[in-house]
Nanobody, 124 residues
Framework: QVQLVESGGGLVQAGGSLRLSCTASGRTVSTYHMGWFRQAPGKEREFVASISRSGSSTYYRDSVKGRFTISRDSAKNTVYLQMNSVKFEDTAVYFC?????????????????WGPGTQVTVSS
């Protein structure tokens, strides 16, 4: 199994940038399809982005395309979510998740391991 811990959240002004990190222990992140999800107050958890085991494929929800970038650094066993041009609607708790086996990348239920989350608040 793998343990995941997110970091990098905080308060950011609309239009600004933030980089979230997900550091894994126990197993290397290359073992898993890795995803970022978020949950805003009063809303269901939603898919943000994910990256394949090989790193050759990435997936994004439409509302973040062109603004967010998911990547990983195998040497640091870390997955990143670079958030640029952030909007108020991006305010949420962001969760890192890892999936084994065949995965439907946009569904939270497809992921096996989760970090505790990190809060991102975008001010206007």
């Amino acid at each position: 199994q793998v343990q995941l811990v997110e970091s990098g959240g905080g308060l950011v002004q609309a239009g600004g940038s933030l980089r979230l990190s997900c550091t894994a222990s126990g197993r290397t992140v290359s073992t898993y399809h890795m995803g970022w999800f978020r949950q805003a107050p009063g809303k269901e958890r939603e898919f943000v982005a994910s990256i394949s085991r090989s790193g050759s494929s990435t997936y994004y929800r439409d509302s973040v395309k062109g603004r967010f970038t998911i990547s990983r650094d195998s040497a640091k066993n870390t997955v990143y979510l670079q958030m640029n041009s952030v909007k108020f609607e991006d305010t949420a708790v962001y969760f890192c998740a890892a999936a084994v086996g065949i995965v439907v990348v946009t569904r939270p239920s497809a992921y096996n391991y989760w970090g505790p989350g990190t809060q991102v608040t975008v001010s206007s």
